[in-house]
């Protein structure tokens, strides 16, 4: 199944306002707004709609009596290996076909999970100049000052999911969709990837004791300078971080969260390890850690 990244995002929220505020802040463009909601885009064409939580276009979620993400839309690449995963779900779930050849239905843990044909837009995005010793990649050339981090695409989505599912909620995003195992660790969750991407995971299932929930949305920026600065201005704007700053073991991604009014936590992200099919799955007995390290350890040495 080719499937290739995050497409949409649809949120159901308590307070819009406050939903539309965060995610201006956040870096995003905004494309409409109205009573209804809003929706914003990435540069490279991904939308997040924020939508009043009692909006009756909107399906149910495992949390939906608070704000959280109602529905994850993820993008294939030509109309045919659309129809195929239409088909290959329909042999045990309903499908709720929307507009075009667009429809959702729901994984194993009941999270709403749509698929459309994905419109990528291309960016240039030039990677960090970094001078180290006698290699001068930024010669003449100044640090760019920047005071908003403008993110351009959504890199991955994390649910918490119940210990006891586990196994049938990753073997169906595997077996069922043909995304990729990175890493997995017993008894604390799985980081995957989609078959046409080589990020380190797109989607996290992140095992808890409890009920499925969603937790974060990562948005990748280019370098720690815009990680640091995005949240500085972030937190100016009176927004709370939900972490400290710092470098993630699995996935190695530079990372910064912050509270998100519209449901769970946003992460700004950089970095992040790259697979390919020849990379073989680490399996972990035991968990190696969030942190390879934040500020507030380097701070307290």
């Not at 201006?24 to 905004?30: H, T, V």
Request: glycine share 8%.
């Amino acid at each position: 199944m080719a499937i290739t990244r995050v497409e949409s995002l649809v949120y159901g929220v308590n307070d819009l306002a406050a939903g539309i505020n965060y995610y201006q802040d956040w870096g995003l463009e905004i494309l409409e707004k109205n009573s209804k909601g809003a929706i914003f885009a990435t540069p490279v064409g991904q939308t997040i709609y924020l939508l009043d939580k009692n909006d009756s276009s909107l399906p149910s979620a495992p949390s939906d009596n608070k704000s959280t993400v109602r529905k994850t839309v993820w993008g294939v690449d030509s109309e045919e290996e659309l129809e195929k995963i239409s088909v290959e779900l329909s042999r045990d779930r309903k499908i709720i076909l929307s507009e075009g050849n667009s429809f959702y239905t729901r994984d194993e843990s009941g999270f709403p999970i749509g698929f459309c044909l994905s419109q990528p837009i291309q960016v240039d995005i030039a990677p960090p100049e970094v001078n180290t010793n006698e290699n001068s990649k930024r010669l003449n050339k100044v640090i760019s000052h920047i005071s908003q981090a403008k993110p351009f695409r959504i890199g991955h989505v994390v649910y918490f999911i119940p210990k006891e599912q586990s196994d049938t909620a990753v073997s169906f995003y595997i077996d069922r969709l043909g995304f990729r195992l990175s890493d997995r660790t017993i008894g604390r969750g799985d980081f995957m990837r989609c078959p046409q991407s080589r990020d380190h995971h797109n989607l996290f299932l992140l095992q808890r004791s409890g009920s499925a929930e969603f937790n974060h949305a990562a948005f990748e920026v280019k370098d720690f300078d815009e990680i640091m600065m995005g949240g500085e201005y972030m937190k100016k704007h009176g927004w709370m971080a939900a972490t400290n700053p710092g470098r993630h073991i699995l996935g190695s991604n530079l990372y910064w969260y912050f509270s998100n009014p519209s449901g769970g936590n946003t992460e700004y992200f950089a970095d992040m390890d790259c697979m390919d099919d020849n990379w073989k799955p680490r399996i972990w007995d035991k968990n190696p850690g969030f942190s390879l390290w934040s500020i507030d350890t380097l701070t307290n040495n």
